[in-house]
């Protein structure tokens, strides 16, 4: 559809109205193209109208010409419990020349979940009258999962906020530097924050927001904080909140616990940057063996488009430390699952779907789709349900919930597989926390983690009580593909003792091993970052190879290792821009790339001397 425009009325209305709809489920997510060209072509917006509401809610806006391309717009809808229907208005001051036009419109995720004939397990709820059966995490989130509303019956109103009629029992701190602020509907700076609340979806609803505009500097902070809580018990208490962070200049978002009062606590989440602009639910599972409080803590980037949204805050299985005995546990028979990332030991179904695929190429598990075997491992998802990156090594690891991220130990497979010694004694590299120490390991192994800072945190070491001067133990990453021109592996180490021998970054293809970075001897009792650069390679393997000292006080540990910048050139089928440079194999890159001694366009041609 495409708005044709011949006469020049001042101020004519052009609106697109869908048909309406009566539902839909919690995920719900509306996308389309659109195309928004020409010199004074001016605004357009999509409305969301919902049946008993007076005012629309502003879903989505364009506010000028985006340049001669189709551009992708997508909405998170979310659980829409009345009937609605959508406008798109496109209003012309006068003078209008340009091309507006929209396509492909498309509906994802929006039906509620289908009847199940039975729920069995402690890790699900049977809706009452839907007769879904959903995860018992949705249950008194705030959100209505079922259709029906049961999952959120005859839940603690003590333990949840939704923001529509206050803060209810959560508080601004008075140590920090400003306050959350309670709205209704967009933030007052465009391009940034969220446009509506997450409860009710619409611009009628409140959620909370932290303004970074002016007179507020650059990581000032602003922590709300919880009621205090008894301690969990055998059971885990479960933290659910939704969050929003769109903007350039998001800063950070971040979770602690805390049971001294006056102290910030340990670090148990956090997130940096620009999420797109959509509610993102986060769970966090927590135990304490004290009472605890929560605290969420907004800290403001270097800008005004930084506005960080907080909506939708709930807790499950816990109980409020001021008496309030009333626990969600009869939920759950017995305790919550952990929580788990795992996608190295993702199980593979035994057959593939139907598919025309060679042998050279790589079979999609959900769809059969055909992709390069190239593609496989490449830091880039290629098949919809992301197989293609699945049993590959994560771009960030920081072994939490005791997860090796795909990394794996060659020789310790080779030997357990050829003899079945016991091979508790090989020097190896292991999970290790400070929580586990013995009293002499203090003096040479970390205390706490580097993601967690705490002793609870789990790091990766190579235990050197273990086997002889000398020996050498290897972690390596599956096979990866193809990565860009500015990957770089950044992650953190701490060698600390009288006796360390040495940490190497190697980097392994078919039949040569080159040493990419190396360190040895003691680098004192604290976490050091290191930043080791790949550019561009094929069919490699990163390993992670320490080398025993003289004696057992020598451990060698790393953590946070991060994969940075590497998925692969993308040659694109639109001409490169203005403040591009097209290299000589069709890539685009950008012009501050050139001549900076790094093989940006992976052919050299934008090192060329001729430039």
Not at 424 to 432: A, E, H, I, S
Not at 503 to 513: F, I, Q
Request: proline share 5%; with cysteine; hydrophobic share 30%.
């Amino acid at each position: 559809m495409f708005i044709l425009k011949n006469s020049s009325n001042i101020s004519q209305i052009a609106r697109l109205r869908s048909p309406k709809f009566r539902q839909t489920g919690s995920n719900c997510m509306l996308s389309f193209w659109y195309y928004n060209y020409g010199q004074s072509v001016g605004a357009a917006e999509l409305q969301l109208l919902v049946d008993g509401l007076k005012h629309p809610t502003v879903l989505w806006r364009t506010y000028y010409s985006e340049g001669n391309q189709w551009l992708k717009a997508v909405i998170q809808l979310g659980r829409l419990p009345h009937p609605f229907q959508f406008s798109l208005d496109k209003i012309s001051l006068g003078f209008y020349e340009g091309i507006s036009a929209i396509d492909d419109i498309r509906f994802e995720s929006c039906a509620l979940p289908p009847p199940a004939l039975s729920c069995e397990g402690p890790n699900h709820f049977w809706c009452r009258d839907t007769k879904a059966c959903i995860d018992s995490l949705l249950v008194c989130d705030l959100v209505d999962d079922c259709g029906d509303g049961s999952d959120e019956d005859s839940c603690n109103p003590d333990l949840q906020c939704n923001f529509e009629n206050g803060l209810c029992n959560w508080e601004q701190d008075v140590e920090d530097d400003f306050d959350w602020i309670r709205i209704q509907g967009p933030t007052p700076t465009v391009n940034t924050g969220p446009l509506k609340d997450h409860t009710t979806g619409t611009a009628r609803g409140h959620y909370l927001y932290l303004e970074s505009s002016q007179p507020r500097q650059f990581r000032d902070k602003a922590v709300l904080l919880s009621p205090l809580f008894n301690p969990s018990g055998n059971g885990t208490c479960v933290f659910r909140f939704h969050y929003h962070m769109f903007g350039k200049e998001v800063y950070t978002l971040s979770v602690f616990q805390r049971t001294v009062s006056n102290t910030q606590g340990w670090l148990l989440w956090y997130k940096f940057g620009n999420q797109e602009n959509r509610w993102i639910r986060q769970t966090l599972f927590i135990s304490s063996s004290k009472p605890f409080q929560i605290l969420v803590k907004g800290t403001v980037g270097d800008g005004f488009t930084g506005d960080i949204g907080l909506d939708d805050m709930s807790f499950l299985g816990c109980t409020l430390y001021n008496g309030a005995q009333h626990s969600f546990g009869s939920f759950f028979k017995g305790n919550l699952p952990t929580i788990s990332t795992t996608t190295s030991g993702t199980s593979v179904p035994a057959t593939l779907p139907m598919n025309n695929c060679t042998e050279k190429e790589f079979v999609c598990r959900a769809s059969g789709h055909c992709i390069q075997m190239i593609q496989k491992c490449d830091f880039r998802p290629d098949c919809s349900d992301k197989s293609d990156e699945s049993a590959c090594v994560t771009e960030v690891c920081d072994f939490e919930d005791k997860d090796l991220c795909g990394w794996h130990q060659p020789a310790l497979e080779q030997m357990s597989g050829h003899y079945s010694i016991h091979i508790t004694n090989t020097f190896k590299w292991q999970l290790g926390r400070g929580a586990d120490l013995y009293p002499e390991q203090e003096q040479h192994c970390p205390l706490t983690d580097h993601t967690t800072c705490t002793e609870e945190g789990w790091y990766l070491f190579a235990d050197s009580s273990n086997g002889e001067f000398g020996h050498t133990a290897d972690i390596a990453t599956p096979v990866i593909s193809l990565t860009g021109p500015r990957c770089k592996i950044i992650f953190w180490n701490h060698m600390n003792g009288s006796t360390i021998g040495s940490l190497e970054v190697l980097c392994k293809s078919s039949n040569r091993t080159s040493k990419l970075w190396t360190q040895s001897g003691s680098q004192g009792p604290q976490w050091n970052r290191a930043e080791v650069f790949l550019g561009i390679r094929s069919n490699f393997q990163v390993i992670f190879r320490a080398k025993r000292g003289v004696s057992y006080m020598g451990d060698v540990a790393v953590d946070d290792i991060t994969f940075e910048d590497c998925s692969p050139l993308l040659i694109s089928d639109k001409p490169c821009t203005s403040e591009e440079f097209m290299c000589a194999n069709k890539y685009c890159i950008p012009k501050n790339n050139l001549c900076d001694f790094v093989n940006d366009c992976a052919d050299n041609s934008d090192e060329s001397p001729n430039i």
